[in-house]
């Protein structure tokens, strides 16, 4: 049986790009959780586009791709699906991005029910409240998508947030092409 992941045929430096959906930046920030193996990183990747180097657009194709977040709003499908047109391989990554996270509990109530509860009847609203209605505003959608209902995703690597040990370890398992060594410890849960 081949126990090896299709290895990254590039000849320059790997590109790694992330994206933040929506979410809390904790999955981004999980990601610095790997200490001086960022160091390492920077030996294996050149960052692309991401928050966390703050480039805006992609020159050209990246090798991998990391997506924190759901999509709750027309700005997050718009940017998940330029996202995945750019990257080889897609992973998502974390809680909100496979199944939607925090965020989806409001896929429990409509939205119409949720954006009253929140700017109407919240219990610091005055005066009647006002739900906010500006062109510059993306508009919500009727409820949170996980990434892989709105693109295709190829690897999934759970967690609220995955450690840092685990988005490390998953990172050199696509890059070099080798199974991950992910143990039952690196996704245990408080
Ligand atoms: S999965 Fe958890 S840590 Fe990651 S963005 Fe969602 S809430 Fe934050």
Redesign the pocket.
Known sequence: MNMSLPKIQVLAKPKLATC?LT????????LLDIDERILELIDLVDLDVSPLDDKKSFDGLVDVGFV??GCSNEYNVRELREFRKHCRILVS??????NG???AMRNTIGLKECLEAVYLRGPTIEDGGLIPNDEDLPLLLDRVYPSHEIVKIDYFLP????SGDAIWEGLKALLTGHIPNLPYELFKYE
């Open positions: 933040a979410g809390c930046f904790g999955c981004h920030m999980s924190e977040g990554v974390g809680a909100c991005a496979i996270g925090v965020p967690g609220c947030p995955p």
